[in-house]
Structures are given as C-alpha cells and as structure tokens.
C-alpha cells in the first residue's frame, strides 16, 4: 500500500505538471484557446512565452527537479544539504542553466552563487518563490506518517536556493500534507489540516521575508473550493483572489484549492489545474503530488501511466526506481 502511494505521489506530481504545461498565463486565454476544459495532454502552444514547441505528455522543471532531487537522496542514503545542493546542481547543468527559460529566478540565483563557491546554508537567502514547493514532494514521500520528520527535512532541502520563511512555510504545506496522505484510511480533511499545520511551522525558520501567510492563505483557497458557482466559477476566484504567479503563498494555495475542488482525484486535480492557467504547471504538480500520494497508483488511469512513461525526458528518469529507492529509505 504504502510503495502505491510513493508511486502515486510521483506519476501525480508529473501528471499535474504536464496536464498544466500548455495553460496560458490568463485564465480566459486558456479557456478561449481549448474551446473548453484541458482535458487531455497537449502540445505546448507555438505562442506560449515558456512552454511553445514542447510535445504533449512532457514535464517540465517541476518534477525534473523533484525527481532529481529523489535520485540524489537516494544515492546519499537520506536527506542533507549536500544531496540536495548535488541534485539541484546535477539538473541545472543537464538543461543548460544559464541559458534555459524553464529555470526560476530564485533557483537561478541560488545556483549561480553555489557555482562562485558561496556557503550553501546561505545561497537560498533571497530566495522566495514557488521552487521550494514545487520540487519537495520527495521529501513527504520519505516521511509516510511523520510530518514533523518531513518539516524537518524540508528546511534542510529549501536552504541551498529558498532560504526564505515564505518558501520554506509552503513547502513544508506541501511536504507535511504528502506525508500524512500516505498514511493507511486517511480523510483529504486530514491532509489538508496537515498542510496548514506545516505552513504554520515552517515559517518559523529561514530568513524573515515579506509575504502573506500561506496558512491563511490555504485557508482561503478551501472556502472558495467549498463556496457557492460551478467549477469554472470558482475556478475564476481561484485565479482572481488567490492567485496564480511565482508566489509562494498563491501557488501553493491555488494547489490546495483544486485538490480539495476534486476530491483528492489525481486527474480531475490535473483538470482544475491546467485550467486554472498562470503557473499551472507548478500548481498542477503540487496538487497532483498530493493527490497521488493521497490517492495511490491505482487511483490514475493506466492510459495516463502510459502516456507520461512514453515521454522521453520522464523516461529518463526512471520514476518506478525512484519510488522503490524511496520506500526502501522510509521503511
């Protein structure tokens, strides 16, 4: 049960990701354009500003770097500043860094100060948006039961790039929210208050920074996910009041938002996301990786598996052995 979930967590992360690349950054750009609902992997669109020309079913930085940070944690044996600083190096030099649009700007300054040399618990100082939760997943999948032990965990791997106690508070959200969804007869109530409890906890470390509270924020995206309108309505306040940007406590907010708008279903969450649109990528995998932890394997459909295991750059990454070396570090 447990190793369905670690593999749930991992195929969601990537099924939100993917489902999310082609969205545009409006909301109604992205609904004018489908015609509709993205309800299926598509193409990213020749005009899109990041994601033009990448082919339907591809993954993007999200769970390219999630998974490389799984790889390095399993090589190392656990979590510790040095894995993660190898695993976020290890990817930025595979997608050609300096150059490449997909790397986010907290990241990018991160690594470049590791590359002059700079001490690693201190390179993530400026680092404040949507990096850290988009790439913990690994992290609560290492802790089944043991949000503390995932919070704990997080900061370590936050430090090198997003030492901020708003990115650390959402990633923890994300991390401590995985780590009780893996638990045996869980209600999605349960993961959420988790997450809520993890936000609050993790904005107690990292350098103070500006930003609202992701708690609060979480907080307001479950009542308008619970609130009155159809799907598109309160998709639309979503997009509107919650928000969507590289921000942390908007991204990581939105992911609790559709997750709980879907019932904790991996793929109806891929749905809400993508078309949710702004950094849909980033909220879809978040969201995703919640629900398939939630969830387990089972739970997406094998077309999907499919589909994502097709994929060239998913393939590459080997992402039933990650789940293996995963469960054999947890247990």
Known sequence: MLKNKILGGLY????????????YFDLDDTWQAYGGWIDEFKPGPPDHPVHFGLPAGRITDDSEQAFSL?????????VSLAAAVEAIIAWYDRVGGDESPYVGPSTRR?????????????????????????????VGLLHPGDPVGAIQDTVTTCMPTHNT???????????????IALTDHVSLDTVIT?????????????RKWL????????????EIAQGPGNELFRLRELYHVIGTSLSVPETVGAAFGVLLMAEGDPKQTAIYAANLSGDADTVGAIACAMAGAYAGINAIDPEIIAQLD???????????????GLYDLAV
Request: hydrophobic share 45%.
């Open 12 to 23: 969601g992360q990537a099924l939100g990701d993917a489902w999310g690349m082609p969205a």
């Open 70 to 78: 799984a790889r390095s944690f399993i090589a190392h044996g656990g």
């Open 110 to 138: 991160g690594v470049q100060a590791l590359k002059r040399g700079d001490d690693p618990t201190t390179t993530g100082n400026w680092g404040d948006t949507n990096g850290a939760p988009m790439r913990i997943s690994p």
């Open 165 to 179: 106690n708003v990115a650390i508070s959402g990633a923890c959200a994300v991390s401590a929210a995985i780590a």
């Open 194 to 206: 988790a997450g809520m409890l993890g936000a609050d906890l993790g904005r107690q470390y990292g």
């Open 211 to 222: 930003g609202p509270s992701v708690t609060r924020r979480i907080k307001m995206a479950i």
């Open 310 to 324: 097709a994929d060239e750059v998913f393939a590459g990454y080997d992402v039933p052995a990650l789940a293996d």
